[in-house]
T-cell receptor, first 116, second 112 residues
Framework: GAVVSQHPSWVICKSGTSVKIECRSL??????MFWYRQFPKQSLMLMAT?????????EQGVEKDKFLINHASLTLSTLTVTSAHPEDSSFYIC????????????FGPGTRLTVT | KQEVTQIPAALSVPEGENLVLNCSFT??????LQWFRQDPGKGLTSLLL?????REQTSGRLNASLDKSSGRSTLYIAASQPGDSATYLC???????????FGKGTKLTVNP
């Protein structure tokens, strides 16, 4: 149990375009979903925290107008990278906490974004 | 600001060896600490979660300890296998905020 999926697993887009990444909790309802970014050989950095039906809370230094987060239901959160630039190329990972569980976070498999 | 450090950054051992991975954190006011495994280009798999009131957790060949007062945790892997090769990440939950602060990881290679 506690499976989180992400779609797509990888995506290539051109500079200036937008790309949407989905994060779903497949077999549980999630209280909170988190979005992380990981650059090569670096640790995961939290970008934002989102709760269903409310606005996401962004970490310092993360542009909320560039990284749009929508948490439409207890099982789905989306991250849209708007007007993507090559420096946005990274590995994006989401996680979720179980509505009836502890604070343990369950992670998705990640999405590799390459902006050309 | 919480900082998490993992030593060593990389480790290569022969199969069958017991090994220890280290994690230290600067602020001892943590809610819990988790160890994760990450395979290349993949997401994270949770290995062990230690609540701040606990001293250790065990799962199979893995044992994680926590010394909150000194800001340290260790992950002990017994009888290592080539399939254990991966990057191991340590993360702390700061005061129950659910926000995890990660270390950079230790890349483990177990040679057959």
């Amino acid at each position: 149990g506690a499976v989180v999926s992400q779609h797509p697993s990888w995506v290539i887009c051109k500079s200036g375009t937008s790309v949407k990444i989905e994060c779903r909790s497949l077999d549980f309802q999630a209280t909170t979903m988190f979005w992380y970014r990981q650059f090569p050989k670096q640790s995961l950095m939290l970008m934002a925290t989102s709760n269903e039906g409310s606005k996401a809370t962004y970490e310092q230094g993360v542009e909320k107008d560039k990284f749009l987060i929508n948490h439409a239901s207890l099982t789905l959160s989306t991250l849209t990278v708007t007007s993507a630039h090559p420096e946005d190329s990274s590995f994006y990972i989401c996680s979720a906490t179980h509505i009836q569980g502890t604070y343990e976070q369950y992670f998705g498999p990640g999405t590799r974004l390459t902006v050309t | 600001k919480q900082e998490v450090t993992q030593i060593p950054a990389a480790l290569s051992v022969p199969e069958g060896e017991n090994l220890v991975l280290n994690c230290s954190f600067t602020d001892s006011a943590i809610y819990n600490l988790q160890w994760f495994r990450q395979d290349p280009g993949k997401g994270l798999t949770s290995l062990l979660l230690i609540q701040s009131s606990q001293r250790e957790q065990t799962s199979g060949r893995l044992n994680a300890s926590l010394d909150k007062s000194s800001g340290r945790s260790t992950l002990y892997i017994a009888a290592s296998q080539p399939g254990d090769s991966a990057t191991y990440l340590c993360a702390v939950d700061q005061g129950g905020s659910e926000k995890l602060v990660f270390g950079k990881g230790t890349k483990l290679t177990v040679n057959p």
